[in-house]
């Protein structure tokens, strides 16, 4: 295997910039996925029937509490991918863990939204609006859980084996992952809550 | 300690917050809704634009191009989705 040593661990060999690359277009087609899913929401969100509509349902701390938690954790991850790159794995472990304990959070509040949605009376079954809402929104959610394992796996490879190409590798695409859910929760936030809300 | 705190990292995620504090302001004020959600396209696309840039290191090999054209074109394609579909059946054009 050829170490390109000009260049940070993730992409020292060909193997791990392919790698890199393909996830990448991976993303694109997630971009897709989630691009379908705010066209059915803007088709659907004033079908509401006798079910309420956003603005009665939407609460802004709970949302904002949300933001706060996956912004903060896309930066930390951030300083994740910065400290591998500084050979300092202590550090980096540190940060993932941080990041993956406010996904946990982020994933608990949402848990407890979808629990309050459901109990005021907006199921997935209420219209096609609440439908809409919480495929969206679930879909979302399931990302950030799959990740919240994917990031745990990646940490104990990282402990068992250290800093390789590979780990490293491994590492900075589940960063690129986990910035594009704060991307896409950005875009729920701006234009499911605040324009349901406004 | 100071060297695991990147300074470019950290102006992305103060200015993530400013971002996301602006975008509030259209709860907060009675805006129209074309003002409203002009702030938030902004706002949004701005802090897309952050995160790919200083987060995700889009443009740091020499696959920059690519990444930056798959992006892009699947944005354009996600877009033409979304106003597609919304002329057809919400706009009735």
């Known amino acids: 295997m050829k170490l390109d040593h000009s260049q940070p661990l993730e992409y020292s060999t060909g193997q791990n910039n392919l790698n890199i690359f393909g996830f990448w277009i991976f993303l694109g087609a997630e971009i897709m996925l989630f691009a379908t899913l705010f ?12 079910g309420p509509t956003g603005a009665e349902i939407f609460e802004i701390t709970p949302v904002l509490i949300e933001t706060i938690l996956l912004l903060t954790s896309s930066f930390v991850i ?3 991918i910065h400290a591998m790159r500084l050979g300092k794995q202590k550090a980096m472990i540190s940060f993932f863990a941080i990041t993956l304990l406010l996904g946990l959070a982020f994933l608990g509040v949402e848990i ?4 309050h949605y459901v109990h005021i009376g907006a199921g997935l ?8 809402l ?3 929104l679930g879909t979302h959610g399931l990302h950030v859980t799959f990740g919240l394992f994917w990031g745990l796996a990646i940490i104990l490879q990282v402990k068992k084996c250290g800093l390789t190409p590979e780990t490293a590798n491994k590492s900075f695409i589940f960063s690129l992952y986990w910035h594009f859910l704060d991307v896409v929760w950005i875009f729920i ?4 809550y605040l324009k349901g809300m406004m | 300690m100071k060297e695991l705190f990147p300074v470019k990292q950290v102006m992305g995620f103060v200015f993530s917050l400013i971002f996301t504090a602006i975008a509030l302001s259209v709860y907060f004020f009675d805006l129209s809704f074309a003002a409203g959600l002009t702030i938030l396209i902004v706002t949004a696309f701005i802090q897309a634009i952050l995160q ?3 987060f995700m290191h889009a443009g740091e090999t020499k696959d920059k191009w690519a ?3 798959n992006v892009y074109f699947m944005i354009f394609i996600g877009l033409i989705t979304i106003f597609g579909t919304l002329f057809l059946f919400i706009w009735d054009m």
């Not at chain 1, 407890?112 to 629990?115: C, D, K, Q, R, T």
């Not at chain 1, 079954?125 to 809409?132: G, P, W």
């Open chain 1, 189 to 192: 936030f701006s234009f499911i």
């Open chain 1, 39 to 50: 066209t059915s929401y803007f088709t659907l969100e004033h079908r509401t029937g006798s």
């Open chain 1, 112 to 115: 407890y939204e979808f629990v």
């Open chain 1, 78 to 80: 951030g300083l994740g």
């Open chain 1, 134 to 136: 919480l495929t969206t």
């Open chain 1, 125 to 132: 079954q209420t219209s096609a609006f609440t439908a809409i």
């Open chain 2, 52 to 54: 790919l840039v200083v």
């Open chain 2, 67 to 69: 990444i930056y054209g």
